[in-house]
Structures are given as C-alpha cells and as structure tokens.
C-alpha cells in the first residue's frame, strides 16, 4: 500500500529526483516575464499562466514546490481558489507540496488552519511553534507534515532566537529541543519524521548543533545563494548518511533571465538544474 507518512513521500520525491531543492514560487506580478503579462488583462491570470509555467519548467528536476502563501492571500477569495488549484496541479505532477503559510494557533482553530492545508493538496505546512505543542498537534493530526519556525534566515532573528534562557539554552536551542521531541513518535520508515524544522543556510554556524539536537528531522533551508548562504553551510546540516536537508531557491529559479536563445521556461528549467547540481555535489 502506499505510503502517506509526508516524510517518507519527501524521501521518495528526492529520491526519484535525485535532489533536495524545492523551489519557492512566490508569484510577484510586476517581476514575472513581461510576455506573461501582456498576455492577459487580470492579475490572476498572468500569475496563475507564470505559475503553471513553473511547475511544467522544474516537475522533473526538484522533488517539492513551496507556495509563499501571502502571493496568493492578496487577492482574496480568487487567489486562494487559484492556490488550490495549482496545489492539486503540483500534486499531480508528483511534487511535494509545501505549504508556506507560518499557522500558529491552537485547538480548533489549528484544527481549520490544518482544514484549509489539505483544501490546497499541501503535504508539509510552515508553522510558528511559539504557542507549543498544542498549536502542531492539529496539522500532524490531520496527516500534514510540518516545518516549525527554529532559526530563520532573516538577519534580525537573532534578537528572539539567541536570547539566552534561565537553562542556558538559547531560544532558539529551545524550541529545536521542543521540534526533536514532538517528531519522535512521529517518525516514518525512511528513519525521519513528519516534524521537520526550518534553519537558515545563513545560520550555519549553529547548523552542526541544530543537527545533534534534531537528528531525525528535515531541515527547510532557506537563505541559499542570494541571501548569502554556501555550499559548505549545508554540509554542516546533513545528517550523517547526506539526508535530511531540503534547500529552498526562489527568485534565482522561478525569475531565471532567459539567453537570446531560451525562453523564460526554458531558462526557468535551466536553473533549476543548475541548482540540483550544486547540491548534488554538497552531498557526495
């Protein structure tokens, strides 16, 4: 029978794929291609034809896509209708579906936030840990992975996530003790679990110890490339057997410039390759 668990589908996709790279897509109207544009007098429908594109450009090189849920809320009840609809595309196509979003609430009002998740054929949703486990349990319950909140790439972070606890624990340590504790019963046949966590390529200097605390997770990684993070600081977030990492590239893919001889797909598919191979070499 086939197997539900979001983990063991994330280790199956990359494994199909042969890469850990999950592309954002995160529709921004005035930055898609100007053809795109032209071709349409409706916002939605320039985004939504960009949007198809991608998922056509990367389904056969990159295991999962990542929908920045806020492109899409802008628009109000049409954006979310055209979030579900490429969300049952992605799926299709055989990509995990990743649901960027940051829920964090509890009891039944996680309950309709992990409701709404499944409405979009998401896999794995972001959420902020901050309110505890209760404010998780719902998505797992629902059967979505999760990617909760531990060290994010943005550089002003560090005035929450480094502020040193009465244990001594930063609070950022703390909540990666939270993530490995809530994942362990959770745990799928590939040895990793639902509970995932997000870390920042830029916050390497902590990866090898945000590893040690949560060896059984999936690492979202963020903050590749553009924003400054390397090849070498996703070295020290893989787990010992090279898994457990799934690194995130948004603009540098989805608004690839085209040569004179590509097209905007093309060039799209182009970098995403380029990419997979960048990676590809960490791992060896």
């Known amino acids: 029978m086939p197997t539900t668990h979001p983990a063991d589908l994330l280790h199956l996709a990359i494994e199909r794929t042969g890469s850990p790279v999950c592309v954002g897509l995160d529709p921004v109207l005035e930055e898609i291609p100007a053809q795109v544009r ?10 939504a034809e960009f949007c198809k594109g991608i998922l056509d450009a990367v389904k056969d090189h990159v295991p999962a896509i990542k929908f920045q849920s806020a492109c899409f809320e802008r628009y109000g009840g049409k954006g979310i209708t055209l979030l579900e609809e ?32 499944k409405r979009t054929h998401t896999h794995i949703i972001t959420v902020n840990g901050y309110l505890g486990p209760s404010g998780i349990e719902p998505f797992l319950d629902a059967g979505l992975g999760v990617f909760i909140l531990v ?39 590939s040895g990793l679990s639902s509970v995932g966590a997000v870390v920042g390529a830029t916050k390497a200097g902590e990866g ?62 182009a970098a995403a390759i380029r990419m997979k191979h960048e990676i590809a070499s960490i791992r060896r």
Request: charged share 15%; aromatic share 4%.
């Open 151 to 189: 060290r994010t790439s943005n550089p002003d972070s560090d005035q929450v996530q480094l502020h040193t606890l009465s244990s001594g624990q930063r609070i950022g340590e703390m909540m990666a003790t939270m993530t490995a504790s809530i994942g362990q019963s959770r745990l799928g046949s």
């Open 208 to 269: 090898a110890a945000l590893r040690a605390c949560m060896p059984n997770q999936y690492f979202l990684i963020p903050g590749y490339g553009a924003q400054g993070g390397t090849a070498a600081d996703i070295k020290t977030m893989l787990r010992p057997d090279n898994r457990g990492v799934l690194i995130t590239s948004s603009r540098a893919i989805i608004y690839a410039q085209p040569s004179p001889q590509e097209s905007w797909i093309q060039a799209v598919s």
């Open 86 to 117: 490429l969300g049952e595309l992605a799926s299709r196509l055989g990509l995990i579906v990743i649901w960027d979003a940051k829920r964090g609430d509890i009891g039944i009002s996680a309950a309709h936030y992990a409701a709404a998740a």
């Open 38 to 47: 032209t071709h349409h007098h409706e916002p939605l429908a320039a985004i």
